[in-house]
């Protein structure tokens, strides 16, 4: 049966529905830019996750022979339902289901009889048209306008609103209604978010295209086209259905009539798959922070060949991997004892009603029992324990009362998008103790705080008094890890020599060892560059990059260029661009095969700033100059505040000899946007680059007042005071800087540096002994 596509412009779903990852996805913007010129990567990663010690997944592709003799397409899904009517009951009215639907009387849920919001200083207006819900807000030059609503996003515990503004673009609007408290709300309250700020719902961040669309419907194009800066985006029907988890079911129709002998039954993969890895990437393609790496995916590539997931990183994870920032759920899963032990999201959840498998502690106690064996096929049950986990002996709370379920203690739950409750799902163990040493989430002292925390505390010690030896804890080394402790760097080498390490924790502990270089953190990072975790593979390649001029890199690198994964390959070939320039030999044509999917992938994402951005360093690095200017400001087309696109663009122009046009730019840029420290900063070594030192000072404090956090504005500051003469103050700067980030190489050298010159030996002594104590193995010390 032909593919059934609908436009964004005139929908005609064949029947409503409903995505996991709910709502607006966030964009995580990786951002190396080097301080003057040069090339700088700017890496889209929002949303791997390899499952924990699992062995090398088998690839559907491995396993077919070959699952039709012509590619699968996409089929009306309304065929599913004379065969599967036990699966389509429980998917219809799920989340799934009703992910997004068109805008009618039937799906809005919000109050639309003529009704207004005020908020962040913006007034907005819900009222009908005939049969059309229209908003009355300030648009993105700040003049309140009508906007017809085109779809709802989502139907609990909160419903959004996509807006249609012309040019095939959908936006989300900022302003969302409460479902159960039925009211409207703004998502982003006491945030300042009016036209001006890049999280405005007309801003590029709020791009449903991009953003969102693709998790709320099954068969999802975005269709941009560059040249006209127009979307076509099309879908086979709204909602997650069917075809969305299993693929194109053309063949299966097929192996239905003929009950052949096509592979998985015509499917491109087995969801039931003996390795649970088939599963959890199929799930993780909505339930994680990654980014894309092209328009769409296909059901059974590997994750990582279509998305870049992130890491643990700082901003997004606690130090013991808690949920902080909106993650979607797989993230914290893969650091979990039971993603190691081959649970898979279906062990818990019906994937088709989204509800859990049984009510209240009933999923747990499939494998947490009194007779200490679980109860799920595949699930490996060593260690389990026979307890009685329904007892006021385990859960210390009455039973019917909170913290009697396991979800929580194991599971807290933390709000996002205003009002919707996610659940960690990395099953950790409470110990508020250990808590308040690492500063990380604990779900006994959310509930028990200030003096009753402290009893809890107490009472928790009693209750666990076992002494046994045991190895190093992953949080309690990445806390001395990034807070710059004595013994950083040998736990930071500790964990990374572990064997039994989930992939994510060690993509993320090999993201740490830039701060502690030394002969035995290129030995790490080069061994894992043959890990099993294709995460893992691409964060070593980070950190030999990161670790090794590009001239020591072909060695280690070149390999990783024919990877399976394409994340990785790319990745490699990025890395490897300094040292092409010079050949590369056998692995030369490999390189071009690389480099060649890294640039496919920014075009691939041409709405984006960031892309555009990424392809004009690319083509500077090849010598492609004529190009440079032109995705530059086709950046600057795509979104005016992606401010290190302006940055880029005034240093081509200087280098270009056209300075006056350069600081014109500039000029205007900053009276645009006098609070952006980046181009404060920008502002402040352009001076330094004109010679005048004095008179980019203003500029620099400025840059390091609005982002004191930010280290490279500190500490180009404290360079240019001392420069200037002014070393007390540059030390001033330096000693800042290393309060809040004491493993900041640059500045610990040259504060040192400073004190000696200053006549202050004993500071630069002591200062050197615990940049000793911290990584003893440093080049920098020898």
């Known amino acids: 049966m032909p593919k059934h596509k609908n436009k964004i412009a005139d929908p005609k779903p064949d029947l409503p529905s409903n995505t996991p990852g709910r709502y607006l996805f966030h964009v995580i913007i990786a951002i190396l830019l080097p301080a003057v010129a040069g090339i700088g990567w700017f890496l889209l990663s929002s949303k791997p996750i390899q499952v924990a010690f699992a062995p090398a997944p088998i690839t559907p592709q491995a396993k077919a022979q070959s699952i039709a003799t012509v590619p699968a397409t996409m089929v009306d899904q309304a065929q599913c339902q004379g065969c599967h009517s036990a699966q389509v009951k429980d998917w219809q009215g799920s989340h799934h289901q009703l992910a997004m639907q068109e805008a009618t009387a039937h799906t809005v849920l919000g109050d639309f009889n003529n009704v207004s919001f005020k908020a962040e200083k913006e007034t907005t207006r819900f009222s009908r048209k005939g049969d059309g819900f229209w908003v009355n807000t300030p648009?993105?030059?700040?003049?309140?306008?009508?906007?017809?609503?085109?779809?709802?996003?989502?139907?609990?515990?909160?419903?959004?609103?996509?807006?249609?503004?012309?040019?095939?673009?959908?936006?989300?609007?900022?302003?969302?209604?409460?479902?159960?408290?039925?009211?409207?709300?703004?998502?982003?309250?006491?945030?300042?978010?009016?036209?001006?700020?890049?999280?405005?719902?007309?801003?590029?961040?709020?791009?449903?295209?991009?953003?969102?669309?693709?998790?709320?419907?099954?068969?999802?194009?975005?269709?941009?086209?560059?040249?006209?800066?127009?979307?076509?985006?099309?879908?086979?029907?709204?909602?997650?259905?069917?075809?969305?988890?299993?693929?194109?079911?053309?063949?299966?129709?097929?192996?239905?009539?003929?009950?052949?002998?096509?592979?998985?039954?015509?499917?491109?993969?087995?969801?039931?798959?003996?390795?649970?890895?088939?599963?959890?990437?199929?799930?993780?393609?909505?339930?994680?922070?990654?980014?894309?790496?092209g328009d769409g995916f296909t059901v059974g590539k590997r994750l990582m060949d279509e998305y870049l997931p992130s890491p643990l990183t700082r901003e997004l994870y606690a130090l013991d991997g808690k949920i902080k920032d909106e993650v979607f759920e797989h993230g914290s899963f893969a650091q979990s004892k039971m993603a190691d032990k081959g649970v898979r999201c279906s062990n818990c959840h019906n994937p088709h009603s989204n509800e859990l498998k049984a009510p209240g502690n009933g999923v747990c106690l499939q494998c947490h029992n009194t007779a200490g064996k679980t109860a799920v096929a595949g699930v490996d049950g060593k260690g389990l324990q026979a307890k009685n986990y329904d007892a006021i002996e385990h859960t210390r709370h009455t039973m019917g009362q909170p913290g009697s379920q396991c979800v929580d203690c194991h599971m807290p739950g933390k709000f996002y998008m205003g009002n919707d409750l996610r659940h960690d799902h990395s099953f950790s163990i409470p110990n508020p103790e250990r808590a308040k040493k690492l500063g990380t989430p604990d779900a006994c002292l959310s509930c028990h705080q200030g003096k009753a925390g402290n009893k809890v505390s107490e009472q928790f010690k009693r209750w666990n008094t076992a002494s046994a030896v045991q190895a190093p804890r992953y949080d309690e080394s990445l806390w001395l890890i990034r807070n710059g402790q004595p013994g950083a760097a040998h736990a930071l080498y500790e964990q990374l020599q572990r064997r039994h390490l989930p992939a994510i924790q060690r993509a993320t502990l090999l993201a740490e060892l830039a701060l502690y270089p030394s002969e035995q953190a290129v030995k790490l990072a080069s061994k894992d560059l043959k890990n099993l975790a294709p995460q893992v593979r691409e964060s070593a390649v980070r950190a030999i990059s990161a670790l090794l001029p590009p001239a020591e890199r072909p060695p280690l690198l070149t390999p990783l260029l024919g990877d399976p994964v394409k994340a990785v390959r790319i990745a490699a070939a990025r890395d490897l661009l300094g040292a092409a320039r010079n050949g590369l030999g056998n692995d030369q044509a490999n390189w071009d095969s690389a480099i060649g999917e890294y640039e496919g992938v920014q075009k691939s994402l041409a709405e984006r700033a960031e892309a555009n951005l990424n392809l004009a360093m690319l083509y500077q690095a090849q010598g492609r100059s004529g190009e440079v200017e032109g995705l530059l400001r086709a950046a600057l087309k795509r979104d005016p505040d992606f401010y290190p696109a302006l940055v880029t663009l005034v240093q081509w122009l200087e280098v270009a000899g056209r300075g006056q046009e350069a600081q014109a730019l500039l000029d205007q840029g900053l009276n645009e946007h006098p609070g952006a420290a980046m181009l404060q900063h920008s502002q402040g070594l352009a001076l330094i680059r004109a010679g005048k030192t004095t008179q980019a000072m203003p500029a620099l404090r400025k840059a390091a007042r609005l982002e004191p956090q930010n280290a490279q504005y500190g500490y180009v500051l404290a360079i240019a005071l001392h420069d200037s003469g002014k070393v007390d103050e540059a030390c001033q700067e330096l000693e800042r800087l290393l309060e809040d980030q004491p493993t900041n190489r640059n500045s610990r050298l040259s504060l040192i540096q400073y004190y000696l010159e200053n006549g202050q030996e004993p500071k630069a002594q002591a200062l050197l002994q615990a940049w000793k104590q911290m990584n003893r193995d440093d080049p920098a010390l020898k």
């Open 139 to 293: 648009g993105s030059d700040g003049k309140a306008t009508d906007f017809k609503v085109a779809y709802t996003f989502g139907i609990a515990p909160l419903q959004q609103y996509l807006i249609e503004v012309g040019e095939g673009r959908l936006q989300a609007l900022g302003v969302a209604w409460d479902v159960e408290k039925h009211r409207w709300f703004h998502l982003y309250p006491g945030q300042g978010v009016n036209f001006k700020n890049p999280l405005h719902w007309s801003k590029p961040s709020q791009n449903a295209n991009f953003m969102c669309i693709e998790c709320h419907t099954t068969g999802f194009k975005r269709n941009f086209d560059a040249a006209k800066n127009t979307f076509d985006s099309q879908w086979n029907s709204l909602g997650v259905g069917c075809q969305a988890c299993h693929g194109p079911a053309s063949s299966h129709l097929e192996w239905a009539a003929k009950k052949g002998d096509l592979t998985h039954k015509g499917f491109a993969v087995d969801l039931k798959d003996q390795n649970a890895t088939v599963e959890l990437e199929t799930c993780a393609r909505c339930h994680s922070r990654r980014a894309p790496l």
